[in-house]
T-cell receptor, first 121, second 110 residues
């Protein structure tokens, strides 16, 4: 049972180029989360998607960043015109649909991929 | 801030000792989770504790939750060198977003 897969593991781009990061969720998971981690820091939420739908993108920069999770294929995090400040580790996590208890929904356990380390030269 | 704050930021102990890490937060939560991250790797889920639970165990791990104090602790008993990692608490305050703290860096000396 393969876990969450991310590729590439390492990505080097020059300023102004585009970066595409891919995430394949665990089998049976239809929900994907993207996080960014700077060195020595915790993870910062970026976006939450389910198949063909962006649920919450409140953590995503308004410009240059976009995410999708098509009906077929992996989730893609796309960064256009990369700058040095985009250098970070980007982690994807997947989960089953959130559970609902007492009328409130909450996230289920998230399973993380190994991350993509983006370096912008 | 909704973010959990771990304490201490770094902890160094001898193999065999117990390690205790704390997480404090300011909002009400649905659940709180603890994750481990080895250097340069992805996060591994350890334990999820719901807001109506007070304590959970998993092997050498014990997690407590005190919602009145808005705090949680992670205890690792009889630590091993392989426990060396960063440990993060993550809050779910309802909805879909999970907020991670900055982590506690644990170093276990053999």
């Amino acid at each position: 049972n393969a876990g969450v897969m991310q590729n590439p593991r390492h990505l080097v781009r020059r300023r102004g180029q585009e970066a595409r990061l891919r995430c394949s969720p665990m089998k049976g998971h239809s929900h994907v989360y993207w996080y960014r981690q700077l060195p020595e820091e915790g993870l910062k939420f970026m976006v939450y998607l389910q198949k063909e739908n962006i649920i919450d993108e409140s953590g995503m920069p308004k410009e240059r960043f976009s995410a999708e999770f098509p009906k077929e294929g992996p989730s893609i995090l796309r960064i256009q015109q990369v700058v040095r400040g985009d250098s970070a580790a980007y982690f994807c996590a997947s989960s089953r649909p959130p559970s609902v208890r007492g009328g409130r929904s909450s996230t289920d356990t998230q399973y993380f991929g190994p991350g993509t380390r983006l370096t912008v030269l | 801030s909704q973010q959990g704050e771990e304490d201490p930021q770094a902890l160094s102990i001898q193999e065999g000792e117990n390690a205790t890490m704390n997480c404090s937060y300011k909002t009400s939560i649905n659940n709180l989770q603890w994750y481990r991250q080895n250097s340069g790797r992805g996060l591994v889920h350890l334990i999820l504790i719901r807001s109506n639970e007070r304590e959970k165990h998993s092997g050498r791990l014990r997690v407590t939750l005190d919602t009145s104090k808005k705090s949680s602790s992670l205890l690792i008993t009889a630590s091993r060198a392989a426990d060396t990692a960063s440990y993060f608490c993550a809050l779910n305050t309802g909805g879909f977003k999970t907020i991670f703290g900055a982590g506690t860096r644990l170093f276990v000396k053999a």
